[in-house]
């Protein structure tokens, strides 16, 4: 017996702003002369953050589709938590490193990224709930 209620919903919305977060720019580089336009900078400019995201979403959609064994939808959830918590840190590295004159857009990329680790993260609680839930139905057994 396995019991999936928020979980799945909070993956899929975790997965939905990964999405959102290849597709729309985290930055813009300003040049040097005035007059040319900022550039945005997306994610798969960089083609390691794009493949890190990817990889990120990938597993989100199979931890979605793993409801029927719980401990490992628990395992890939948890690897994904790790994974958006590194994108965070390449994230922040690429633009104070790479990019010190990018202003950050934290309404369209970054932010997202951390309602995605929220929403992970969420959903790990929820499963371990389940999992405590299920436990305590075994032992009146």
Request: overall charge positive; charged content about 15%.
């Amino acid at each position: 017996m396995v019991i999936q209620r928020w979980q799945n919903l909070l993956l899929l919305v975790a997965l939905v702003l990964m999405c959102i977060f290849c597709a729309t720019p985290y930055a813009v580089q300003h040049t040097v002369e005035a007059s040319i336009e900022p550039t945005p900078v997306f994610v798969y400019d960089a083609p390691v953050f794009m493949i890190l995201n990817v990889v990120i979403a990938a597993s989100l959609f199979i931890a979605i589709f793993l409801f029927k064994d719980l401990k490992r939808q628990m395992t890939v959830t948890l690897v994904s938590i790790v994974l958006v918590c590194a994108s965070i840190v390449t994230c922040a590295f690429m633009l104070y490193v790479g990019m010190p004159d990018a202003e950050i857009i934290w309404a369209g990329g970054v932010l997202l990224l951390v309602f995605a680790l929220l929403c992970a993260l969420m959903a790990y609680r929820f499963m371990g709930k389940d999992r405590k839930l299920l436990r305590s139905y075994d032992r009146l057994r």
